[in-house]
């Protein structure tokens, strides 16, 4: 099977009480990725490896208590991680991101996919994968495993039968369990699906 790369990323975020800081020129979002966190599969059975890595970020570099409370991100981690310029080499070295043939890139619905290209775009970047490749695993899941609807991560792991391990909305512990998802899929016989450049 071509490997799954499943990515979740975490950002700066700000409490239902507290208003976010106004989106910057040129960007989509106010919130800033402060962490890949991700889970590589190479067969359907089973999570090859996880990696992860913390971003350091810049437009609003002071994290919100709210945000280490969720994340569980502290600030002395922030202060010391990569940019996103050197944390996305990282991730393109360590999963052989470089053109050519490539992992599919699979997310828990599209904020990540979109977060991603935000980031790339504003940091002047390219952007890693090729267009067609992203898959939407919130989506597929629905079908797979059938589902009455699109559920989060937790609430999909208790439909069927597992219970989340570690924290929710750590990076790392979200794409290993989105992995265990992708697993319960695949025993009941899911296919990825077949995109076409500019579908």
Known sequence: MRPILIVDFEATCWGPDTLPPSVPAGRAYASEIIEFGCALMTRPDRVERTWQTHVRPTDNPLLSDFCTELTGIRQDQADAAPYFIDALELFRDEFGIRGGAQPRFASWG??????????????????????????????EAVKALGLKR????????????????GRPHAGVDDAWNIGRVVMEMFRRGWKPPVKRPGS
């Open 110 to 139: 599209n904020y990540d996919r979109n977060a991603l290209l935000d980031e790339c775009a504003y940091r002047n970047v390219e952007y890693p994968f090729r267009d067609d490749n992203h898959v939407n695993l919130k989506a």
């Open 150 to 165: 699109r559920m989060g991560l937790s609430r999909t792991l208790e439909a069927i039968g597992l219970a989340f391990e």
